[in-house]
């Protein structure tokens, strides 16, 4: 059965200059197990149409799809409170930036606390276990003198397993990673995408990995939607995305890869006749 | 031999943390002896994570820092900053591009100006002449005459590099500093910026010193590079010995962890997934 499940997902935000649609009729959905990336540039709305899933979007945002399910039940025309019962406890997302992601007030312990809260019954000693037992899963050396440390005592890798930590609280099943390591060095990249496959397969969530990096994407999904200025461009298991795309973009993406150069000169979009006028959001 | 443009002797740079009322002071030795030559028309791509000292050593080429001890040769002249004021010729030969092109461009300027700045600061030249050759700059780098009256802000982020690397170009420099030039843009608009790059430094022999993290881009583009970790250079060599046969540990790792995106490793790893 599909985890989540998206039909024709449009996202519009009026804006002085009319209104842009930042996701155009996109369907996709997730199931069980599965680890799915979404591709795409910057404006491809690959990040709006996953924080329109969660709820997160502003009330500027107009939200329009024939339907979204998550375990199938309906969560488009949920009422916030209900909606918010499930988000952060089934289904909870990483963002890019971990260090701004935290609050700089609060320990990290007691902000993982918060999210225990709200979500489960637990009592003060057994969050405080569950939180211990958390940060030894995602990694940090030393979990019970860690609770007490603020976001800016901690590296950048440090924070962001964190935010892991934090979204694995309740054992969501589903997972939405926004550019988890784009803010990372290489080395520490590797260590965060290792967890957080690691983390899915053990504990048999769905996972939405949202990046940029078709590396990343090789490295962790089964499937990938690649997206475009709105619109799903093509749909495709990882294999045959890279080893057959089917869609013009898709090719121009791989070919603008470095390691794929062949010639002194990378090909760009324009050797595959793609536009490359920046994203209006108006379309004819 | 060709000639050489940049060389470095034992370069080094610590920065004092001054102690406060609680604490003493502590020295962090940011470059721990540097040593690099670089030919005319050849790239340099100095790699490493952040804080291992490579936009100190960006600074301390780009002549801004001076470093603490170790020598600093423009082609082939001896640089010294804390001794010497920098005559305007020694200014022109080596210019520098930054990482963020949202951050470097003043954003109550216009492009024209921007272009034209340089040799306002450092040449004297008529202003007819000035805009001639800020129009022609304009051009070279892929935009149009009618971007000279614009504002920063009408630009995406791949126009906004241009703009920063027609900037450096303005003085015919000998030397481009490169800091992580393309690590803010997206894949298709990197590849544009690269081919720029590649197309510019045939038609003006121009010398770079590249900074990056993205082992891909390096490869495609050095022609020499360097590893540096924590201050040291862990490995320096020409492109092929160094992506061929790594010597360090650090280098090895920094290869393991590069993501790839090639179809016989994804098939590696589904078939372990599999398994």
């Known amino acids: 059965m599909a985890l989540l499940d998206i039909k024709n997902l449009t996202v519009e935000f009026d804006t002085a200059g009319g209104t842009l649609r930042a996701v155009d009729g996109v369907s996709l959905s997730v199931t069980e197990r599965e680890v799915l990336a979404i591709v795409g540039e910057s404006g491809s709305g ?7 899933v969660m709820g997160l979007l502003p009330w500027t945002a107009k939200v329009t799809a024939d339907s979204i399910t998550f375990l199938g039940r309906d969560i488009l025309n949920l009422p916030p409170a209900e909606r918010r019962r499930i988000v952060g406890k089934d289904m909870a997302m990483i963002f890019q930036e971990p260090v701004a992601s935290l609050n700089p007030c609060f320990t990290v312990g007691f902000q993982i606390d918060e999210t225990l809260k709200m979500h489960t019954d637990l009592n003060n000693r057994q969050r405080r276990d569950r939180t211990v037992e958390l940060f030894e899963a995602v990694g940090l050396p030393n979990a019970s003198d860690r609770l007490g440390a603020f976001p800016h005592q901690m590296s950048g890798g440090q924070c962001q397993r964190v935010m892991i930590a934090m979204a694995i609280a309740c054992n969501p099943k589903l997972l939405i990673a926004d550019e988890p390591t784009t803010a990372l ?3 520490i990249q590797r260590q965060i995408l290792d967890l957080l496959v690691s983390i899915q397969a053990e504990k048999g ?10 590396g990343v994407v090789a490295e962790t999904a089964d499937r990938v939607v690649v997206q475009y200025k709105g619109r799903k461009m093509e749909e495709a298991d990882v294999l045959s995305l890279f080893e057959n795309p089917k869609s013009a973009y898709t090719r121009a993406l791989l ?4 390691e794929n150069a062949t010639g002194d000169r990378l090909p760009t979009m324009v050797d595959f006749s793609l536009d490359d006028a920046p994203y209006t959001g108006a379309r004819p | 031999m060709s000639e050489i443009v940049l060389e470095t ?7 004092h943390i001054g102690g406060g009322l609680f604490g003493a002071g502590r020295t962090i030795n940011a470059l721990k002896g540097i040593d690099l030559t670089l030919e005319k028309g050849k790239t340099l791509a100095i790699v490493g994570e952040s804080g291992c000292g490579k936009s100190t050593l960006a600074r301390i080429i780009t002549m ?6 170790g020598e600093l040769l423009i082609d082939g002249a001896k640089v010294d900053i804390t001794k010497k004021r920098l005559d305007s010729e020694m200014r022109r030969k080596v210019q520098i591009v930054f990482q963020n092109p949202y951050g470097s461009l003043n954003p109550r300027q216009k492009i024209g100006d921007v272009l034209m700045e340089p040799l306002i600061i450092n040449e004297n030249v008529p202003e007819a002449e000035r805009r001639e050759r800020a129009m022609a700059m304009l051009t070279k780098v892929g935009l149009q005459p009618e971007h000279f009256n614009r504002y920063p802000h009408m630009f995406s982020g791949g126009q906004r590099q241009r703009i920063a690397i027609a900037r450096a170009l303005m003085l015919n420099p000998r030397l481009l500093v490169l800091d992580e030039p393309v690590s803010a843009l997206d894949l298709s608009v990197q590849a544009q910026v690269l081919n720029l790059l590649a197309d ?5 022999g121009l010398t770079f010193v590249f900074i990056s993290h993205d082992l891909s881009v390096v490869r495609y583009i050095a022609d020499e590079v360097m590893v540096m970790y924590f201050g040291e250079a862990v490995e320096y060599g020409t492109r092929d010995e160094v992506f061929q046969n790594p010597q360090h ?4 790792t920094l290869f393991a962890a590069t993501p790839r995106a090639d179809v016989e490793s994804i098939r590696k790893r589904l078939a372990a997934k599999a398994a």
């Open chain 1, 255 to 258: 070919a603008a890869l470095p």
């Open chain 2, 64 to 69: 801004i820092d001076a470093p603490t001890s």
């Open chain 2, 249 to 252: 540990d650090y280098t090895k």
């Open chain 1, 46 to 52: 690959k990040s709006v149409s996953m924080l329109a």
């Open chain 2, 200 to 204: 510019l430094q045939d038609e003006f």
């Open chain 2, 9 to 15: 002797r034992g370069i080094t740079r610590d920065y």
């Open chain 1, 205 to 214: 969530m769905g996972m939405i990995m949202i990046t940029h990096d078709m």
């Open chain 1, 185 to 187: 060095d290489v080395t």
